[in-house]
Protein backbone atom coordinates (compact mmCIF):
# COMPACT_ATOMS: atom_id res chain seq x y z
CA UNK A 1 0.00 0.00 0.00
CA UNK A 2 1.69 3.29 -1.15
CA UNK A 3 2.36 5.35 1.85
CA UNK A 4 0.40 8.51 0.22
CA UNK A 5 -2.94 6.22 0.25
CA UNK A 6 -5.39 7.17 2.82
CA UNK A 7 -5.82 4.58 5.47
CA UNK A 8 -9.50 3.72 7.01
CA UNK A 9 -8.13 4.87 10.47
CA UNK A 10 -6.34 7.97 9.26
CA UNK A 11 -6.84 10.65 12.31
CA UNK A 12 -7.50 7.69 15.18
CA UNK A 13 -4.78 8.30 17.97
CA UNK A 14 -4.31 4.83 20.07
CA UNK A 15 -2.38 4.72 23.53
CA UNK A 16 -1.32 1.34 24.27
CA UNK A 17 -0.26 0.05 27.32
CA UNK A 18 0.78 -3.44 26.36
CA UNK A 19 3.27 -6.85 26.48
CA UNK A 20 3.54 -9.77 25.56
CA UNK A 21 0.76 -10.77 22.46
CA UNK A 22 -2.67 -10.07 23.03
CA UNK A 23 -2.74 -6.24 23.80
CA UNK A 24 0.05 -5.64 21.22
CA UNK A 25 -1.84 -7.69 18.32
CA UNK A 26 -4.60 -5.27 18.55
CA UNK A 27 -2.67 -2.12 18.56
CA UNK A 28 -0.95 -3.51 15.55
CA UNK A 29 -4.41 -4.37 13.83
CA UNK A 30 -5.16 -0.61 14.13
CA UNK A 31 -1.90 0.92 13.06
CA UNK A 32 -1.78 -1.60 10.06
CA UNK A 33 -5.11 0.15 9.70
CA UNK A 34 -3.60 3.93 10.00
CA UNK A 35 -4.47 4.49 13.52
CA UNK A 36 -1.00 6.26 15.31
CA UNK A 37 -0.48 3.69 17.91
CA UNK A 38 1.21 5.12 20.47
CA UNK A 39 3.08 2.39 22.68
CA UNK A 40 3.85 3.03 26.50
CA UNK A 41 6.88 1.45 27.52
CA UNK A 42 8.52 1.35 30.89
CA UNK A 43 11.87 2.81 31.37
CA UNK A 44 13.83 0.30 30.00
CA UNK A 45 11.58 -0.75 27.92
CA UNK A 46 8.62 -3.22 26.75
CA UNK A 47 10.71 -6.59 28.97
CA UNK A 48 8.87 -8.35 25.91
CA UNK A 49 11.95 -7.04 23.41
CA UNK A 50 14.12 -8.92 25.20
CA UNK A 51 11.80 -12.34 25.73
CA UNK A 52 14.24 -15.65 25.02
CA UNK A 53 13.48 -18.83 22.99
CA UNK A 54 9.63 -18.85 22.28
CA UNK A 55 9.20 -15.50 22.89
CA UNK A 56 12.37 -14.35 21.05
CA UNK A 57 10.06 -12.91 17.90
CA UNK A 58 7.17 -11.47 19.90
CA UNK A 59 7.64 -8.12 19.80
CA UNK A 60 8.92 -7.65 16.30
CA UNK A 61 6.07 -9.65 15.34
CA UNK A 62 3.36 -7.29 16.89
CA UNK A 63 4.67 -3.84 17.08
CA UNK A 64 5.60 -2.73 13.95
CA UNK A 65 3.91 1.24 12.70
CA UNK A 66 3.87 1.97 16.13
CA UNK A 67 5.66 5.14 17.94
CA UNK A 68 7.57 4.24 21.50
CA UNK A 69 6.86 6.87 24.55
CA UNK A 70 8.58 5.92 27.71
CA UNK A 71 6.61 6.72 30.63
CA UNK A 72 6.59 5.45 34.11
CA UNK A 73 3.09 4.77 35.25
CA UNK A 74 3.96 3.52 38.52
CA UNK A 75 5.01 6.44 39.37
CA UNK A 76 2.29 9.94 40.31
CA UNK A 77 4.06 11.75 37.82
CA UNK A 78 4.05 9.28 35.03
CA UNK A 79 0.34 8.55 35.89
CA UNK A 80 -0.33 12.05 35.65
CA UNK A 81 1.54 12.70 32.09
CA UNK A 82 -0.21 8.85 31.30
CA UNK A 83 -3.42 10.73 31.84
CA UNK A 84 -2.68 13.99 29.96
CA UNK A 85 -1.63 12.02 27.07
CA UNK A 86 -4.93 9.61 26.82
CA UNK A 87 -6.74 12.86 26.83
CA UNK A 88 -5.42 13.56 23.42
CA UNK A 89 -6.24 10.03 22.18
CA UNK A 90 -9.34 8.42 20.84
CA UNK A 91 -8.88 4.91 22.37
CA UNK A 92 -6.46 2.95 25.40
CA UNK A 93 -5.63 -0.64 25.03
CA UNK A 94 -3.71 -2.29 28.25
CA UNK A 95 -3.72 -5.79 28.71
CA UNK A 96 -1.71 -5.81 31.93
CA UNK A 97 -3.36 -8.09 35.23
CA UNK A 98 -6.76 -7.48 36.68
CA UNK A 99 -6.85 -4.46 39.28
CA UNK A 100 -3.38 -3.17 37.92
CA UNK A 101 -4.42 0.07 35.93
CA UNK A 102 -6.85 1.17 38.39
CA UNK A 103 -4.17 1.24 41.27
CA UNK A 104 -2.44 3.88 38.78
CA UNK A 105 -5.65 5.54 38.15
CA UNK A 106 -5.60 4.68 34.54
CA UNK A 107 -8.59 2.56 34.69
CA UNK A 108 -11.79 3.19 32.37
CA UNK A 109 -14.55 4.45 35.44
CA UNK A 110 -11.47 6.83 36.59
CA UNK A 111 -10.77 8.49 33.19
CA UNK A 112 -14.02 7.96 31.11
CA UNK A 113 -15.07 10.41 33.88
CA UNK A 114 -12.55 13.25 32.11
CA UNK A 115 -13.06 11.89 29.16
CA UNK A 116 -16.52 11.10 28.33
CA UNK A 117 -15.64 9.84 24.23
CA UNK A 118 -12.48 7.42 25.77
CA UNK A 119 -13.02 3.83 24.05
CA UNK A 120 -11.36 1.66 26.29
CA UNK A 121 -10.16 -2.02 25.36
CA UNK A 122 -9.19 -4.42 27.96
CA UNK A 123 -7.57 -7.65 27.21
CA UNK A 124 -7.64 -10.02 30.25
CA UNK A 125 -8.09 -13.76 31.12
CA UNK A 126 -11.58 -14.14 31.77
CA UNK A 127 -14.55 -11.61 31.26
CA UNK A 128 -16.48 -11.04 34.22
CA UNK A 129 -17.20 -13.50 36.54
CA UNK A 130 -15.94 -16.49 39.32
CA UNK A 131 -12.62 -16.62 37.27
CA UNK A 132 -11.81 -13.08 36.29
CA UNK A 133 -9.06 -12.62 39.03
CA UNK A 134 -7.26 -15.37 37.76
CA UNK A 135 -4.12 -14.66 36.04
CA UNK A 136 -4.09 -16.79 32.57
CA UNK A 137 -1.86 -17.67 29.29
CA UNK A 138 -2.78 -19.02 26.23
CA UNK A 139 -2.03 -22.52 27.61
CA UNK A 140 -4.04 -22.21 30.72
CA UNK A 141 -7.18 -21.40 28.40
CA UNK A 142 -6.20 -23.85 26.19
CA UNK A 143 -6.71 -26.76 28.75
CA UNK A 144 -9.57 -25.21 30.52
CA UNK A 145 -11.53 -24.10 26.84
CA UNK A 146 -11.60 -27.70 25.08
CA UNK A 147 -8.84 -26.70 22.55
CA UNK A 148 -5.77 -28.77 23.93
CA UNK A 149 -8.08 -32.54 24.86
CA UNK A 150 -9.80 -31.67 21.11
CA UNK A 151 -6.28 -30.93 19.68
CA UNK A 152 -3.98 -33.83 21.13
CA UNK A 153 -4.09 -37.54 21.21
CA UNK A 154 -6.11 -39.51 23.61
CA UNK A 155 -4.68 -39.21 27.08
CA UNK A 156 -2.35 -36.28 26.11
CA UNK A 157 -3.85 -32.99 25.62
CA UNK A 158 -1.66 -30.18 23.53
CA UNK A 159 -1.44 -26.92 23.17
CA UNK A 160 -1.79 -25.51 19.53
CA UNK A 161 1.49 -24.75 17.98
CA UNK A 162 0.62 -20.92 18.46
CA UNK A 163 0.21 -18.09 20.22
CA UNK A 164 -4.01 -18.62 18.87
CA UNK A 165 -5.78 -17.06 21.92
CA UNK A 166 -3.67 -14.33 22.17
CA UNK A 167 -3.72 -13.37 18.64
CA UNK A 168 -7.73 -13.97 18.09
CA UNK A 169 -8.04 -12.50 21.49
CA UNK A 170 -5.99 -9.00 20.05
CA UNK A 171 -8.72 -9.37 16.59
CA UNK A 172 -11.75 -9.66 18.60
CA UNK A 173 -10.52 -6.28 20.81
CA UNK A 174 -9.72 -4.65 17.62
CA UNK A 175 -12.94 -5.59 16.10
CA UNK A 176 -14.84 -4.48 19.95
CA UNK A 177 -12.51 -0.91 19.12
CA UNK A 178 -14.14 -0.49 15.57
CA UNK A 179 -17.50 -1.22 17.04
CA UNK A 180 -17.26 1.58 19.57
CA UNK A 181 -15.67 3.92 17.65
CA UNK A 182 -18.75 3.46 15.03
CA UNK A 183 -21.20 3.54 18.14
CA UNK A 184 -19.92 6.83 19.34
CA UNK A 185 -19.88 8.61 15.97
CA UNK A 186 -23.96 8.22 16.71
CA UNK A 187 -23.78 8.65 20.58
CA UNK A 188 -21.02 10.58 21.06
CA UNK A 189 -20.02 8.35 23.70
CA UNK A 190 -17.33 5.94 24.24
CA UNK A 191 -17.39 2.88 26.35
CA UNK A 192 -14.98 0.11 27.73
CA UNK A 193 -14.44 -2.64 25.16
CA UNK A 194 -13.32 -6.26 27.11
CA UNK A 195 -11.33 -9.13 25.05
CA UNK A 196 -10.09 -12.64 27.01
CA UNK A 197 -8.09 -15.17 26.46
CA UNK A 198 -10.39 -17.89 27.71
CA UNK A 199 -13.91 -16.88 26.37
CA UNK A 200 -11.55 -16.91 22.94
CA UNK A 201 -10.71 -20.51 23.36
CA UNK A 202 -14.25 -21.51 24.25
CA UNK A 203 -15.37 -19.79 20.86
CA UNK A 204 -12.99 -21.80 19.01
CA UNK A 205 -14.49 -25.09 20.34
CA UNK A 206 -18.52 -24.07 20.41
CA UNK A 207 -18.35 -26.13 17.06
CA UNK A 208 -17.76 -29.55 19.27
CA UNK A 209 -20.20 -28.19 21.77
CA UNK A 210 -23.02 -27.84 19.77
CA UNK A 211 -22.18 -31.43 18.53
CA UNK A 212 -22.67 -32.61 22.15
CA UNK A 213 -25.47 -30.89 22.31
CA UNK A 214 -27.00 -32.39 19.23
CA UNK A 215 -25.41 -35.96 20.05
CA UNK A 216 -25.45 -36.12 23.60
CA UNK A 217 -22.10 -38.28 22.89
CA UNK A 218 -18.87 -37.41 24.15
CA UNK A 219 -16.33 -36.19 21.36
CA UNK A 220 -13.00 -37.80 20.65
CA UNK A 221 -9.56 -35.81 20.34
CA UNK A 222 -9.13 -34.50 16.99
CA UNK A 223 -6.39 -37.54 16.47
CA UNK A 224 -9.10 -40.07 17.75
CA UNK A 225 -11.89 -38.54 15.63
CA UNK A 226 -14.32 -39.79 13.09
CA UNK A 227 -13.63 -38.00 9.81
CA UNK A 228 -17.02 -36.89 7.56
CA UNK A 229 -14.92 -37.71 5.06
CA UNK A 230 -13.11 -40.86 3.91
CA UNK A 231 -9.99 -39.40 2.49
CA UNK A 232 -8.79 -36.57 4.93
CA UNK A 233 -5.43 -37.83 6.04
CA UNK A 234 -1.46 -37.27 6.05
CA UNK A 235 0.16 -40.07 4.04
CA UNK A 236 3.31 -40.82 4.11
CA UNK A 237 4.95 -41.27 1.09
CA UNK A 238 8.11 -42.30 -0.98
CA UNK A 239 11.03 -41.47 1.29
CA UNK A 240 9.47 -40.34 4.08
CA UNK A 241 7.62 -37.54 2.75
CA UNK A 242 4.34 -36.48 3.91
CA UNK A 243 1.25 -35.08 1.76
CA UNK A 244 -2.07 -33.99 3.48
CA UNK A 245 -5.11 -35.50 0.62
CA UNK A 246 -8.55 -34.42 1.66
CA UNK A 247 -10.76 -36.01 -1.14
CA UNK A 248 -13.94 -34.90 0.35
CA UNK A 249 -16.47 -35.04 -2.57
CA UNK A 250 -16.96 -38.45 -4.29
CA UNK A 251 -16.26 -36.59 -7.59
CA UNK A 252 -12.81 -35.79 -5.95
CA UNK A 253 -12.66 -39.88 -4.65
CA UNK A 254 -12.92 -40.48 -8.24
CA UNK A 255 -10.65 -38.12 -9.45
CA UNK A 256 -8.10 -39.38 -6.53
CA UNK A 257 -8.24 -42.60 -8.26
CA UNK A 258 -7.52 -41.45 -11.31
CA UNK A 259 -4.33 -39.86 -10.60
CA UNK A 260 -3.27 -42.59 -8.96
CA UNK A 261 -4.05 -45.26 -11.89
CA UNK A 262 -6.12 -46.97 -9.58
CA UNK A 263 -9.78 -46.87 -10.75
CA UNK A 264 -10.36 -50.14 -9.78
CA UNK A 265 -10.92 -48.45 -6.18
CA UNK A 266 -13.09 -46.06 -7.90
CA UNK A 267 -15.45 -49.21 -9.42
CA UNK A 268 -15.18 -50.94 -5.95
CA UNK A 269 -19.42 -50.80 -4.87
CA UNK A 270 -17.91 -50.74 -1.14
CA UNK A 271 -16.24 -47.12 -2.02
CA UNK A 272 -19.12 -45.84 -4.05
CA UNK A 273 -20.00 -43.14 -1.62
CA UNK A 274 -18.86 -41.03 0.86
CA UNK A 275 -20.60 -42.68 3.68
CA UNK A 276 -19.59 -46.32 2.37
CA UNK A 277 -16.25 -45.31 2.13
CA UNK A 278 -16.26 -43.31 5.77
CA UNK A 279 -17.65 -47.31 6.91
CA UNK A 280 -15.19 -48.61 5.19
CA UNK A 281 -12.13 -46.10 6.28
CA UNK A 282 -10.09 -49.18 8.18
CA UNK A 283 -9.99 -51.36 4.79
CA UNK A 284 -9.66 -47.79 2.59
CA UNK A 285 -7.13 -45.67 4.05
CA UNK A 286 -4.40 -48.64 4.01
CA UNK A 287 -5.02 -49.43 0.25
CA UNK A 288 -4.63 -45.88 -0.76
CA UNK A 289 -1.45 -45.64 1.67
CA UNK A 290 0.23 -48.40 0.10
CA UNK A 291 -0.30 -46.55 -2.92
CA UNK A 292 1.06 -44.03 -2.31
CA UNK A 293 3.88 -44.91 -0.92
CA UNK A 294 5.27 -45.57 -4.49
CA UNK A 295 4.94 -41.82 -4.87
CA UNK A 296 7.54 -38.49 -4.87
CA UNK A 297 5.40 -35.16 -3.72
CA UNK A 298 6.96 -33.33 -6.29
CA UNK A 299 5.41 -35.66 -8.91
CA UNK A 300 2.25 -36.11 -7.61
CA UNK A 301 1.34 -32.13 -6.48
CA UNK A 302 1.30 -31.17 -9.63
CA UNK A 303 -1.45 -33.81 -11.15
CA UNK A 304 -3.25 -33.39 -7.68
CA UNK A 305 -3.73 -29.71 -8.60
CA UNK A 306 -4.52 -30.29 -11.58
CA UNK A 307 -6.98 -32.24 -11.30
CA UNK A 308 -8.89 -30.17 -8.46
CA UNK A 309 -8.04 -32.15 -5.11
CA UNK A 310 -7.25 -30.53 -1.83
CA UNK A 311 -3.63 -31.48 -0.99
CA UNK A 312 -1.17 -29.59 1.35
CA UNK A 313 2.54 -30.10 2.32
CA UNK A 314 3.53 -30.42 5.23
CA UNK A 315 5.51 -27.24 5.85
CA UNK A 316 7.66 -25.82 8.88
CA UNK A 317 7.69 -22.11 9.40
CA UNK A 318 10.91 -21.27 8.03
CA UNK A 319 9.92 -22.68 4.93
CA UNK A 320 7.33 -19.51 5.04
CA UNK A 321 10.38 -17.39 4.79
CA UNK A 322 10.93 -18.20 1.35
CA UNK A 323 6.98 -19.11 0.32
CA UNK A 324 6.67 -17.94 -3.30
CA UNK A 325 2.61 -17.12 -3.01
CA UNK A 326 3.19 -15.00 0.01
CA UNK A 327 5.60 -13.30 -1.75
CA UNK A 328 4.13 -13.06 -4.57
CA UNK A 329 0.62 -11.85 -3.00
CA UNK A 330 2.50 -9.12 -1.40
CA UNK A 331 2.16 -10.92 2.43
CA UNK A 332 5.67 -11.13 3.46
CA UNK A 333 7.57 -7.53 3.56
CA UNK A 334 10.53 -6.31 5.10
CA UNK A 335 10.60 -4.43 8.06
CA UNK A 336 13.15 -2.54 9.16
CA UNK A 337 14.45 -3.29 12.92
CA UNK A 338 14.97 -1.52 16.23
CA UNK A 339 18.61 -1.94 15.87
CA UNK A 340 18.83 -1.00 12.20
CA UNK A 341 18.96 -4.44 10.53
CA UNK A 342 16.05 -6.17 8.54
CA UNK A 343 13.74 -8.55 8.33
CA UNK A 344 10.75 -10.13 6.47
CA UNK A 345 6.98 -9.95 8.30
CA UNK A 346 3.52 -11.13 7.50
CA UNK A 347 1.26 -8.67 6.83
CA UNK A 348 -2.21 -8.73 7.98
CA UNK A 349 -4.44 -11.60 5.88
CA UNK A 350 -6.56 -9.36 4.03
CA UNK A 351 -6.86 -6.75 1.04
CA UNK A 352 -8.80 -3.84 0.82
CA UNK A 353 -9.84 -2.81 -2.62
CA UNK A 354 -6.75 -4.93 -3.67
CA UNK A 355 -4.63 -3.75 -1.50
CA UNK A 356 -2.49 -4.87 1.60
CA UNK A 357 -1.92 -2.67 4.33
CA UNK A 358 1.91 -2.56 5.19
CA UNK A 359 4.89 -1.27 7.03
CA UNK A 360 4.92 2.13 6.79
CA UNK A 361 7.70 2.91 9.41
CA UNK A 362 10.61 1.25 11.27
CA UNK A 363 10.03 -0.86 14.18
CA UNK A 364 10.31 1.74 16.94
CA UNK A 365 13.48 1.82 19.39
CA UNK A 366 12.80 2.43 22.77
CA UNK A 367 11.04 5.89 23.92
CA UNK A 368 11.89 6.91 19.98
CA UNK A 369 8.94 9.18 19.99
CA UNK A 370 9.13 10.12 23.91
CA UNK A 371 9.95 14.07 22.96
CA UNK A 372 7.60 14.14 19.78
CA UNK A 373 4.64 12.68 21.83
CA UNK A 374 4.79 14.52 25.09
CA UNK A 375 5.56 17.97 23.27
CA UNK A 376 2.19 17.48 22.18
CA UNK A 377 1.16 17.75 26.24
CA UNK A 378 3.88 20.16 27.65
CA UNK A 379 1.06 22.48 28.70
CA UNK A 380 -1.13 20.12 30.28
CA UNK A 381 2.04 18.36 31.77
CA UNK A 382 3.13 21.67 32.87
CA UNK A 383 0.02 23.19 34.51
Known sequence: MSMATS???DGIRVVEF??????PTCGMILADLGAEVIKVEPPGGDKTRRLPGLGIGFFRTFNRNKKSVVIDIATPEGQAAAGDL???????????????????????????RRYPR??????????????????????????????????????????AGASVNDIMGG????????????????????????????ENCVFLCAQHMQQYAMTHEPLPPMPARVSAWSVY????????????IGAVSDKQFVALCDVLHRPDLAAEPRFATNSQRVASRSELIPLLSEVLSAHRVAELVPKLEGAGIPYAPIV??????????LKASGGLVPMTTDDGG?????????????????????????????????????????R
Open 7 to 9: LPL
Open 118 to 159: LVYASHKGFLPGPYDKRLALDEVVQMMGGLAYMTGPVGRPLR
Open 86 to 112: IGECDVVIENFRPGLMRDFGLDYDTLS
Open 171 to 198: MFGAIGILAALRERDRTGRGQEVQSALF
Open 342 to 382: TTDVVLLPLTMGGRRPGVRQALARIGEHTQEILQRIKPRVS
Open 233 to 244: DVFTLAQGEQLF
Open 18 to 23: THMVMG
Open 316 to 325: RPEQLLDDPH
